[in-house]
Structures are given as C-alpha cells and as structure tokens.
C-alpha cells in the first residue's frame, strides 16, 4: 500500500506507527489515556464507580475511533487508505481488544495502575476476613492517612440545610424527634456503620435524600434541617486534582468500588459496605465526628454521615420543615 511517509517499513511496522501516533494524539489533545472501550466499560463502571457517576470530565471524554480519527492530526501522516486499514488494528490499552467503536478519554488524578492491584486484594480480603483488613499495606495507609488529616483538620460548620429522609407508614404526624439516630437494636449494616451502631445520614438537598432511600410506591417524610455546632469533617468528595499522596489516596477511596459500590440489596450482610465501615473506624479513631461523601443514587449530589450522634437531635439541629414524597 502507497504510503505518505512509511514507504520502506512493513505492514506491521506500519501498524505499530500508526497505533504509536494514535497514542500520541490522545495525550496532545487532552492529556490522557483510554480510559475504557466498548468491551471493558463495564469493568471500568464497576470498579470505578464514584468516577462514572459523578465525573463529568469522564462524559465529555466519549468519542468513536472514526470522530477521533477525523479531527486527529493522523490526517497530516497517513493517506486516507492508510487510515482505513491501519484503524481496524488499534487495541484498547486496557483490555487489548480491537478498538472498533466508542471509547472514553480520561486520567484519573491518580495512577490507576499503582493502585489497582491493592484494590484488587482489599475487595478480596474484605470478602474473605474483613477483620485482618489492617494486615493489607494499604489498609495501614488509609488508616496513617486519615489520622494524619485528622491531627490538622478543624472544627467546621455545616454550611445550608441537610435532609434526612424516613418512611411515611406509621409515623402520621412526623416531628423533629423522629429524624435522629435509630435504636441501635434496629439498625443493620450501612454504608458507613457497623450492625448495631447507629448513625445519622443527612443529605444536602431534598431530591439527594428521597432518592438514596426511595422505593416504588412507598411515600417518605424529609425533613429539612440546620445542623448547629462545629464538627471536624472527613472530606471524601471527588476532587479533580489530586497533588499530595494523600490526597491520591482519598480521591482513589472516593471513586473506587472500596467506597462508592452502590447498595447491591437489602439484605443484613453488605459485602460492598465492608471498607466503608473500615474508613468510618478510621475516622472516629482519627477525631473525626462525620464524613461528607458524593451520593451513588444522585449524580449532582453530596451526602454527611455523623458517626456518633447524640441521642436528642434537637440539641444539633433545628427544624425548618418537613414534605411528604412522593
């Protein structure tokens, strides 16, 4: 085949360029990588759901190989039937199948393959024996780092209202009372407590709240409140950049199935909840008196969990009011 620029190299020399240029290009245009194609999406939702739920960078990184390879500077270095032939030869970074369709431009602010196999042992041992966590090097760094965060983090206001959402069937006329901590004897696992342990999860708008617990058919009373006081806030928020190994580390936590796996049914026992809880142990050890994460239910929204509420909510909050939903 009649070639621009690579007359004298072989057809499979030629297919090595022509994937080494498209791997140029990627990185020109938007300093990244594939983050997944067709044949491993699903992979990449699973073990990274906090990203595909909330990281928009991801959304706007979609493209086909044909698009890309319209507005790609390949066009200047190859003959259109070079392209052509070379393009059904380009392989996903990741899962080395043919590149034939869409695809995804993203870079985590982290190195994924510095952490993927770590993730991969955790979620083993999490199933296994969930108690010898601490045996696993990065469980040791997660618990180093948050007790690191929690010798310098400070006191700090809640800032706007926080709902909190509760079944409307038998609970006719809802006060305030109502929407603080369970008895510990009727509460089961969660994402960030242990069976037995209660805790408050608030929500920072109305639909975050309803959504995170909604069920066909059932109606739900919200509350929405005014937290009053300080408290000293573990931030699990998706953040775009990360430059500190710590900061690494969160944003890999946050967006990881570790701890942003969406509930996966109603039973007692929740494997995807089991490193979440091991964090909210690290966080009360730390000093820390609630975490603030993103939704999994909620795209746009941002939830607090308060680790060790006070019997009486009505000596932490205030009432502004309560809707029924739906």
């Not at 960030?192 to 342990?197: K, T």
Request: with cysteine; aromatic share 10%.
């Amino acid at each position: 085949m009649k070639s621009r620029y690579f007359e004298s190299n072989t057809e499979e020399e030629r297919i090595l360029i022509f994937q080494e240029y498209f791997d140029r290009d990627l990185e020109s245009f938007f300093s990244s990588t594939i983050a997944c194609c067709d044949e491993c999406h699903d992979d990449f939702n699973a073990r990274w759901p906090g990203t595909v739920s909330h990281d928009i960078e991801l959304q706007r990184g979609y493209t086909t190989v044909d698009e890309f390879l319209r507005t790609s500077r390949i066009q200047d270095t190859f003959y259109p039937e070079e392209i052509e032939r070379f393009s059904k030869f380009l392989r996903c970074p990741n899962c080395d199948a043919v590149l034939d369709g869409e695809f995804w431009i993203y870079e985590h602010p982290f190195s994924v393959r510095e952490f993927s196999t770590a993730l991969n042992e955790i979620a083993a041992l999490a199933s296994r024996a969930p108690f010898l966590l601490l045996t696993h090097p990065f469980a040791h760094e997660v618990l180093d780092v948050i007790v690191g965060l929690g010798k310098v983090a400070l006191p700090q206001h809640v800032t706007g209202s926080q709902f909190r959402a509760r079944r409307a069937n038998g609970l006719p006329n809802p006060a305030l009372a109502d929407f603080g901590a369970p008895p510990a004897h009727a509460v089961s696992e969660g994402r960030y407590n242990h069976a037995g342990h209660p805790m408050i999860y608030l929500a920072a708008a109305e639909r975050t709240a309803f959504v995170e617990i909604a069920a066909p058919g059932v109606s739900f009373h919200v509350a929405e409140m005014i937290w009053n006081g300080p408290m000293k806030i573990l931030d699990l928020q998706l953040k775009p950049e990360a430059e500190t190994r710590a900061e690494e580390l969160i944003q890999c936590l946050a967006r990881s199935s570790l701890c942003s796996a969406p509930r996966a049914g109603e039973g007692w026992v929740k494997r995807e909840y089991v490193f979440t809880r091991f964090v909210a142990d690290c966080a009360l050890h730390a000093g820390f008196d609630a975490i603030s994460y993103s939704s999994t239910k909620d795209r746009d929204g941002s939830n607090l969990v308060v680790l060790a509420p006070t019997d009486d909510i009505a000596t932490v909050a205030s009432l502004v009011g309560i809707r029924t939903l739906p």
